[in-house]
């Protein structure tokens, strides 16, 4: 089947998520969206997929005009989509999900969920997938439950099959699985979209790459196109995909953990028993698969988690049990992994978002009273430091592009003398040009002599910054490794197998 | 590998080993001693009768005769009893099993009964009796919490229930009495909850208002209405507007003798039986038919179900609609077969027992339909023990309802979830 967009624009008011733009895919290709973060990627397949009408322009079916009014619309039409955030319910079981929305039924509507099972089987088993039509979504792993989102739009007859940041979740391995099943799909004639920021897997994968920047099409790439010039396509100026790092130069260990076990309210360990420590100026990145601790480690270490044991030094001075104030006050930089939430308050102005964490210390305040010149003077200095691209420094923070927020919240924690760096998820939804400056600040606090701890999900951060690897799963450190070692090696950890081989359950 | 593998367990001597709650155990002691030193050791020491068929039925089964003091301290030492294997279980790290709460709960009941039974100036109940109004006066309370499960289970919150039994009665008893059948009352008590659900619908769906809002208003537009037309309509008119006449009782010959489950069962009025079949039809629908899967999705992820084609305000729409329709039957039980009349506010807080309920039986219709049948046996207690006299003053008899629905929503419920999309609109995009 061969589907066609042309000159689709959508606009959410005088905003143009989308302009004008064409994109053909030819039956039996695996046909590559790349784009930075809020490059309007989604926002076209949502359209495609007919959950947004597009303002202008239209869609065409093997060169036939047709206008999609809801998903079952593109549905019939041979149109299936995996959206990166997985649209299943979690309480039903895999079948159900399947049958959902196409149920087989017999007289009065009443369900014949055994035909569902015969086909989810067969699909199963022609791929390989592996998936037991009766287990509850819920309990199923993120490699899984996508598997079913496949299955989902197989068993509707899906000609085209829209991947929407298919990788996010994954880990490596079941990364490769993944792209494995693209190839097989398409050896069958199925046509695949393929979405992604990710420059490696979309050279591995793909027929065609279609380069989108701020809702219009930059341009077609051939897959053998360089890394560079991608990443160049995608933010619009050349840009450096490699770190200049230079050797760390590890001092006196002045952060170490030991035991830290924290405990979840349903008595599971979500933290179990882990212990580290890094040295000044040492960057020590932890790995693993969103969901393994990560979170609760940092906010551990940090003193907003509850039910946590073991123990914390900084400087040979015990953080457990402080509260968050005086941890913060003895020079620890924290920089939260959902920068919305926990890392400014949307609605205030840059400039206040930028002292939330010494307003009511000199020179910022006196008394009670808060000196706004100086807040203000403070702000007009970060912002140049930083790069933040702001209106100015009265703007709503909240009103940022995910880039410049994350460069305030970082100019915020680095603003003060630091004895420890914790960054989690520091470039999450960042675009390449800014993930370069902040990678580079990063490893400046390093060189200040700084032990520097990076949470990341993304393995290619990890392996930027890193100069010792721990990698966790399950709340549990599989280990640590030194930089350099392999790709491989960090995914099979990351997937709870110990560097030495050998599961750990 | 060797640090990893160690390091578990030293975490695990640091934590104490986890333990089920003692919530459980501690209640059931707590329960048991108060049930064998009041009911038993300081218990009355006349004999409790407990009829358990009317002389009337085809099989007569001689009555219970149970001593109160000897009574109370059987009792109470087999409450302890199961009480001591509830804290066994714990100390092993073990929950107790779902029936034994249960059991306990049915076993303290029975003291109790027989404690203020004995106690009484008339020491004397039919069980029959007993359960039989219990189920009567638990209809209401199962087409309401019918209505809440329709509601909640598509992802609206429906704290309107008590204006849709309200509305119900109303309309049930105005209709009945214009058109002079009942049965068109019943049908117009329908539309009528129908209607009031459809203003929830509309403003929570459509408008996104926060739901337990509209619902709250909802509740006090309809008993002001309501309130307002019953002053000025009904009561210097009541023969024109309130004489609904009551609906059949229709026994089925032979089976409504059978002791104690016949006049439950098979002697009912047409809304009794429309209940046993309400039940059971809305949980065969939700569970085991398309409609209800949908239904079920929408109220759990909509935004996966507008992602497979399936409308979700639409569904949403409706479903709330047929719930105001069910409680508007529930309303009409008012008014067309306990009394035969429509007076203020006669749903007297029904509608959030009925939230109660549904809560308590998990958001399932069988669950919903049990646990309205225990609040509709602590309503039926605390009038039956008014007639018979007991030592306990009205006042607190009057709060046995309630007790229980706090007790039995607070510490028995335990951990069930509700529809994950409960009480949030749904915005596309």
């Known amino acids: ?505 | 590998m060797s640090a990893t593998t160690t390091a578990p367990r030293a975490g695990a001597t640091a934590l104490p080993a986890f333990r089920p709650s003692m919530k459980v155990p501690i209640s059931l002691g707590v329960l048991a001693l108060i049930a064998l030193v009041f009911f038993g050791f300081l218990g009355p020491d006349k004999t409790a009768e407990m009829k358990i068929s009317d002389s009337g039925d085809a099989v007569v089964v001689p009555a219970l005769m149970i001593p109160g003091q000897v009574g109370g301290v059987v009792l109470g030492i087999l409450l302890l009893a199961m009480a001591a294997y509830s804290i066994y279980l714990w100390t092993r790290g073990e929950r107790s099993p779902k029936w034994l709460p249960i059991a306990f709960a049915v076993v303290f009941v029975f003291a109790l009964l027989v404690w203020i039974v004995a106690g009484a100036r008339q020491p004397s109940i039919s069980l029959a009796g007993l359960v039989a109004g219990s189920v009567t006066l638990a209809v209401p309370l199962v087409f309401g919490s019918l209505s809440g499960v329709l509601c909640e289970r598509v992802g609206v919150v429906n704290i309107a229930i008590e204006g849709q039994l309200l509305g119900g009665a109303f309309t049930a008893a105005l209709v009945a009495t214009i058109t002079g059948s009942p049965y068109i009352g019943l049908i117009a008590a329908a539309a009528a909850g129908a209607a009031v659900s459809m203003v929830l619908a509309v403003f929570s769906i459509k408008y996104l208002v926060n739901q337990i809002i509209v619902g709250v208003v909802l509740n006090v537009l309809v008993s002001g209405l309501t309130g307002f037309l019953f002053g000025t309509l009904m009561v210097p008119n009541k023969e024109q507007f309130n004489t609904p006449g009551r609906l059949d009782i229709l026994p089925i010959p032979l089976l409504s003798d059978i002791p104690i489950i016949g006049p439950i069962l098979f002697e009912q009025s047409i809304a009794g039986y429309l209940m046993y079949v309400a039940v059971a039809v809305v949980w065969f629908g939700l569970f085991k038919t398309r409609w209800g899967l949908r239904v079920r999705a929408v109220g759990e992820h909509p935004q996966a179900a507008d992602t497979l084609g399936i409308n979700v305000n639409a569904t949403r729409f409706w479903n709330v609609t047929l719930g105001g329709a069910i409680a508007g039957i529930g309303g009409a039980v008012f008014t067309l077969v306990t009394i035969d009349s429509f007076t203020k506010d006669i749903s007297g807080g029904r509608g959030f027992i009925a939230l109660a309920a549904l809560i308590f039986g998990r958001w399932n219709p069988i669950g919903a339909f049990l646990a309205s049948l225990l609040f509709g046996f602590a309503y039926n207690l605390q009038s039956i023990l008014g007639i018979i006299g007991t030592p306990v003053p009205s006042q607190f008899m009057a709060m046995l309802p309630y007790l229980v629905t706090i007790f039995a929503v607070a510490g028995l419920v335990g951990k069930s979830r509700p529809p994950a999309a409960s009480g949030i609109p749904y915005v596309k995009g």
Not at chain 1, 122 to 139: C, H, K, M, Q, T
């Open chain 1, 1 to 505: 089947m061969k589907l066609e967009l042309k000159g689709i624009s959508k606009a959410f008011g005088t905003f143009y998520a989308n302009q004008d733009i064409d994109l053909v895919v030819e039956s039996g290709q695996i046909h590559c969206l790349l784009g930075e973060n809020g490059a309007g990627k989604s926002t076209l397949m949502n359209v495609l997929y007919g959950l947004y009408e597009p303002t202008a322009g239209h869609i065409l079916v093997d060169d036939k005009p047709v206008s999609f009014r809801g998903p079952g619309d593109a549905m019939a039409a041979g149109i299936g989509m995996v959206h990166q955030h997985f649209m299943l319910v979690p309480v039903f079981t895999v079948a159900e999900n399947v049958a959902l929305g196409a149920e087989p039924t017999t007289f009065g509507g009443v369900l014949s969920i055994d035909e569902t099972r015969r086909k989810i089987r067969e699909i199963s088993d022609r791929y390989g997938f592996d998936v037991d039509p009766d287990a509850l979504v819920e309990d199923l792993p993120v490699g899984v439950q996508q598997r079913v989102e496949i299955i989902k739009a197989l068993v509707r007859e899906a000609k085209v099959l829209i991947l929407d940041e298919p990788t996010a979740v994954l880990t490596p391995q079941e990364t490769d699985e993944l792209l494995d099943i693209m190839r097989q799909l398409k050896a069958g004639g199925t046509s695949i979209v393929f979405i992604s920021h990710k420059l490696r897997e979309v050279k591995a994968v793909s027929d065609v790459i279609t380069v989108i920047r701020r809702g219009k099409v930059v341009g077609d790439a051939p897959p053998t196109a360089s890394a560079t010039e991608l990443a160049s396509m995608m933010v619009g100026r050349p840009v450096s995909l490699s770190l200049d790092k230079a050797p760390a130069q590890p001092k006196e260990t002045t952060f170490v953990v030991e035991n830290l076990t924290v405990r979840a309210a349903n008595g599971t360990n979500v933290v179990d028993g882990i212990s580290f420590d890094i040295a000044q100026g040492e960057i020590l990145a932890v790995a693993g698969v969103q969901g393994n601790g990560q979170t609760e480690l940092t906010e551990a270490i940090l003193g907003v988690q509850e039910h946590v044991t073991g123990s914390v030094t900084l400087d040979g001075k015990q953080l457990l049990g402080l509260p968050v104030k005086d941890v913060l006050r003895s020079g620890v930089g924290f920089v939260p992994e959902d920068r919305t939430v926990d890392g400014l308050v949307g609605p205030f102005s840059v400039a206040e978002n930028l002292v939330l964490d010494l307003y009511d210390q000199a020179p910022f305040a006196s008394g009670i009273s808060m000196k706004p010149a100086k807040v203000a003077e403070h702000a007009k200095a970060k912002i140049e430091e930083f790069d933040i691209r702001t209106p100015s420094a009265g703007s709503a923070a909240g009103t940022l592009s995910g880039g410049n927020q994350q460069k305030v919240v970082m100019a915020r924690e680095l603003s003060r003398p630091l004895r420890l760096f914790i960054a989690s998820q520091p470039t999450r939804g960042v675009d390449v040009g800014s993930i370069e400056f902040l990678h580079k600040r990063i490893v400046a606090e390093r060189d200040v002599g700084t032990p520097v701890m990076i949470v990341s999900t993304e393995l290619d951060e990890v392996i930027e910054l890193a100069d010792r690897i721990a990698v966790l799963y399950k709340g549990k450190l599989v280990g640590i490794v030194p930089a350099g070692t392999p790709r491989d090696t960090l995914g099979l950890m990351m997937a709870g197998v110990g560097p030495e081989g050998g599961s750990d359950d």
